[in-house]
């Protein structure tokens, strides 16, 4: 979200610090990073913020979503249909790559506030 008055600069700066804490929180569950902002390539592509691989090998695909506060409906919320299908688009093109495809799910993670929110398995790949 660009506020008005903010720089390009600042705002890419928040969601590194966004996804720095989200991996952290992710990190001290036990998941492992695969890797940050994995984009398709070309223009209307996807993106994911975090791919990172559970104890038991599933591959999860992670949003970030950083507001300052629950109002209007909050971090979790703002994650709609149009968001969850490039998603989906990034991760289909991410698993193309590998040899065969493990077990995986769709989380956000979703920070309001100081709050920290996981939710597991927020959609599946129907979006």
């Known amino acids: 979200m660009k506020l008005p008055g903010m720089a390009w600069g600042s705002t ?28 398709t390539p070309g223009r ?42 490039r998603i989906v688009l990034a991760a289909r093109h991410y698993l193309l790559r590998l040899p065969a495809p493990p077990p995986c799910r769709f989380d956000v993670v979703a920070l309001d506030g100081d709050a920290i929110e996981w939710l597991r398995a927020a959609f599946d790949a129907q979006g």
């Open 44 to 85: 209307g592509g996807g993106e994911v913020d975090l791919i990172v691989r559970e104890r038991d090998g599933t591959l999860v695909f992670v949003e970030v979503r950083q507001r300052a506060s629950r109002a209007f409906g909050g971090a979790a919320a703002s994650v709609g249909a149009s968001k969850r299908r």
């Open 12 to 39: 890419r700066q928040a969601g590194n610090a966004a996804e720095d804490r989200a991996l952290a929180h992710l990190r001290a569950a036990g998941l492992r990073l695969v890797e940050r902002n994995y984009r």
